[in-house]
């Protein structure tokens, strides 16, 4: 069984800048919901795609978009970053559209200089 | 809206029993998780409780009470490797939003 895994580690954008992180569900997990963690905090909720499909979203502007692919694995992009985008954006894969239990990724730490 | 409170910070020795409690004021109630977290790593779930009761896994434990918007999560036999921060989570807004806590962080003391 293959654990949830993201692209890339690390990352450094400018203010202004676009940015796409990369996400690979759990074998057989149709569900990916993305969180926002900035340093010291707990994960926000920025939205869930369930079958290729929106299914909830959190309190983040419309630049926070997403994709999420036939093969259930799943893409948060970013547009006009800011300074206070720089977190740990974490994916997490569940079965199911109401699963509580969720799988999370080792996570991107985007920078935003 | 939607807040949970948790205390930001819990010290205890190896082999006690601590306790790390979380409030909730949701706009819909779907069921209260939690999840650790070590330094560095990714959250990992722990309990859920989706009825009022003790749920017991192992050395942990996780309480709800719906009519009191409360839960806790119970740690026993303390171990050096349970030094984590801890969330709880409640999911609302008809099941479609997850909103996790601000974290306590456990220290656990030789």
């Known amino acids: 069984e293959t654990g949830v895994t993201q692209s890339p580690t690390h990352l450094i954008k400018t203010r202004g800048q676009q940015v796409t992180l990369r996400c690979s569900s759990q074998?057989?997990?149709?569900?990916v919901s993305w969180y926002q963690q900035a340093l010291g905090q707990g994960p926000q909720f920025i939205f869930q795609?369930?079958?290729?499909?929106?299914?909830g979203r959190g309190n983040f502007p419309p630049r926070f978009s997403g994709l999420q692919f036939p093969n259930y694995s799943s893409e948060l992009n970013v547009n006009a970053l800011e300074l206070d985008d720089s977190a740990l954006y974490l994916c997490?894969?569940?079965?199911?559209?109401?699963?509580?239990?969720?799988?999370f990724g080792p996570g991107t730490r985007l920078t935003v200089t | 809206g939607q807040s949970l409170e948790q205390p930001s910070e819990v010290t205890a020795v190896e082999g006690a029993i601590v306790q790390i409690n979380c409030t909730y004021q949701t706009s819909g109630f779907y069921g209260l998780s939690w999840y650790q977290q070590h330094d560095g790593g990714a959250p990992t779930f722990l309990s859920y409780?989706?009825?009022?009761g003790l749920e017991e896994t192992g050395r942990f434990s996780s309480f709800l009470s719906r009519s009191d918007s409360y839960g806790y999560l119970l740690l026993q036999e303390l171990q050096m490797k349970d030094s984590a921060s801890y969330f709880c989570a409640v999911r609302d807004n008809y099941g479609q939003n997850f909103v996790f806590g601000p974290g306590t962080r456990l220290s656990v003391l030789p």
């Open positions: 997490a894969s569940s079965l199911g559209g109401d699963d509580y239990e969720q799988y």
């Open positions: 074998s057989g997990h149709n569900t």
């Open positions: 409780n989706g009825l009022d």
């Open positions: 795609y369930y079958r290729e499909e929106e299914n």
